[in-house]
Structure formats: structure tokens, C-alpha cells
């Protein structure tokens, strides 16, 4: 059975934005999260006045762990045409847009960089281009990120013949959970949270439970936007202490 989660979008602290129900916005605590589990989840969107806001075309990131935890050292690849290149953690936004602008790419871009492990990529022209893969670990000679991190990237903007294309890159530290592909399901979305995750067993690995935060990020169009970030505590199965 799902765990359906209600989030109230107009809630008053994003700590206190998981509601009972679409139309009861009572705060409702999250139960204990079980390391190894994989948890099937649907996830609501409300806007605290009894419906529900219109998640079919949003971009949905939702983990558990710490809150805005970033790499410290390493490198991640960007890998795109079969051409790849091994930015560093904290890559300049200036030296990242040398690199795409240089052949091999030659993207014609503007990128920014709002902080650091986080990259905004602008194309100066019109039209729909090919998204990248990105990954964590530097290739082939780049030594990987640490503490264990992830790559993410996102298509903020879709080209056309009207409208120039837009990238979200983003590294983070890998969360206990987590996951970036959600189907769309009536009034929501579905997917699953796995926390079978090395790094959760390494943080338990001392503690019979530990403390971290479920945060949903959504992104529409450009607009990125964190809808919650609930405390909650994940602990060792019964079975066995990790």
C-alpha cells in the first residue's frame, strides 16, 4: 500500500507543511522511516483550501536526509554527443561556460552560478537541444566527489524555435533517499523512496536511529520551488542493527 502524503503549498513553515488530508490541514508527523525498506509513495499537492494544485507538468525531487548538504572535494563528469569533461565541486560558472562554448560542445551558453555545486546554463539562441547526462564521479582521470555526492540536471526551460533552452545543474550530498522520477497518478504523483542506501548504513552505524529531513523541490518552468522539509527519523530494521 502507498503512503500518500499530503503537502499544504500555503502551510506556514515548510517544517509543518505535511497536512492529513486535501481538506484537513492539520500538521501530520511522519513515522519512523526503517533503513533497507523501499517505501511506494504518492504525493499531493494542496493549496490549504481544499484542492489540489496541478502537479502533471512539475518536475518533482523528493529525498530524506540533511538540508542543503554539498560536496566538498572531487569531481563529477558532464557527458554529452559522446564527448565528456570533468568539472570540478566548486567549478567557476566562468570556467564552466569556457568549456561549453569550446568545441567540443560549442553550445553558445551563459551559465551562472548561484552557489557553489549549483550551475545555471542559458543557451543564447533559440531552439530545443539535447540534455546531458551528468554523474558524480570524474572521468576518467577526476577523482570522485566526497563526501558521497550526486549529480542532478534538469531542464528548467524547453527550446523551440521562440525559446532558448535552460539547465539546472545541481551536486548534492547522496540523501538516505531519494528520487527524481515520479509518474503522474490523479491529482498527484507515484514513486518509490529507497533507503537501502550505503551512506544511511554508514550514519547508523553507531545509532539505533537518526535524525533527517523529508523535502519535496518542485520545478515548473524556470521556477524552482521547496514545498516542504519535515523532520523525521529513520532507524535500524528489527532484524538486525545496521
Known amino acids: 500500500m502507498a503512503l500518500n502524503i499530503y503537502v499544504n503549498t ?6 509543518s507543511a505535511r497536512s492529513t488530508s486535501l481538506t484537513n490541514n492539520t500538521e501530520r508527523p511522519f513515522a519512523k522511516f526503517i533503513a533497507g525498506d523501499v517505501v511506494d509513495v504518492n504525493i499531493y499537492l ?7 494544485v496541478d502537479v502533471s507538468s512539475t518536475t518533482l525531487r523528493v529525498g530524506v536526509g540533511g538540508i542543503n548538504q554539498r560536496p566538498s572535494g572531487g569531481y563529477w563528469t558532464f557527458s554529452h554527443g559522446g564527448n565528456d569533461t570533468e568539472p570540478a565541486y566548486n567549478e567557476s560558472a566562468a570556467s564552466l561556460e569556457s568549456t561549453l562554448d569550446a568545441a567540443p560542445y560549442s553550445f553558445d551558453v551563459t551559465v551562472a552560478s548561484p552557489t557553489t555545486s549549483v550551475w545555471i546554463v542559458k543557451f543564447n539562441t533559440v531552439g530545443a537541444q539535447t540534455l546531458p547526462t551528468v554523474a558524480g564521479g570524474g572521468y576518467p582521470t577526476g577523482g570522485p566527489l566526497t563526501p558521497d555526492s550526486t549529480a542532478s540536471i534538469t531542464r528548467l526551460v524547453t527550446g523551440d524555435g521562440s525559446t532558448r533552452e535552460e539547465w539546472l545543474i545541481q551536486l548534492f550530498e547522496t540523501p538516505w533517499a531519494f528520487q527524481d522520477s515520479w509518474s503522474n497518478i490523479t491529482n498527484g504523483k507515484n514513486g518509490s523512496l529507497s533507503f537501502a542506501q550505503e551512506n544511511l548504513y554508514t550514519a547508523l552505524a553507531a ?14 518552468s524556470s521556477n524552482i520551488t521547496t514545498y516542504i522539509q519535515a523532520p523525521v527519523t529513520v532507524g535500524c530494521p528489527v532484524v538486525g542493527k545496521a
Not at 500555503?10 to 517544517?15: F, G, H, I, N, T
Not at 494542496?46 to 489540489?52: I, L, M, Q, V
Open 10 to 15: 500555503a502551510a506556514d513553515s515548510l517544517a
Open 207 to 220: 545509532s539505533d536511529s537518526v535524525s533527517a529531513y523529508f523535502e519535496i523541490e518542485a520545478t515548473l
Open 46 to 52: 494542496t493549496d490549504g483550501a481544499g484542492a489540489y
